[in-house]
């Protein structure tokens, strides 16, 4: 997806329900999750930058670290 942040308000406007807000993720893409007005979930996203996999594991580390 070319721009997740215009769908995302574009979704939105015409009925779908957030799951999960708009957010970067560690592994470079840019997310959020809806539900349609007739009950199917979407996940939706757009990459934003490259991770090296050093990086990543770092990341998902500290995620993971704030979550325990």
């Given at each position: ?47 934003v930058r490259e991770v090296s996999p ?8 500290e995620m993971m670290?704030?979550?325990?």
């Amino acid at each position: 997806m070319e721009n997740v942040d215009t769908f995302f308000a574009n979704a939105t406007q015409h009925g779908a329900t957030v799951k999960e807000d708009l957010k970067d993720q560690f592994w470079g893409d840019r997310t959020c999750a809806l539900v349609d007005p007739f009950g199917h979930h979407w996940m939706f996203g757009t990459h934003v930058r490259e991770v090296s996999p050093e990086e990543m594991n770092k990341a998902m580390v500290e995620m993971m670290a704030a979550h325990a």
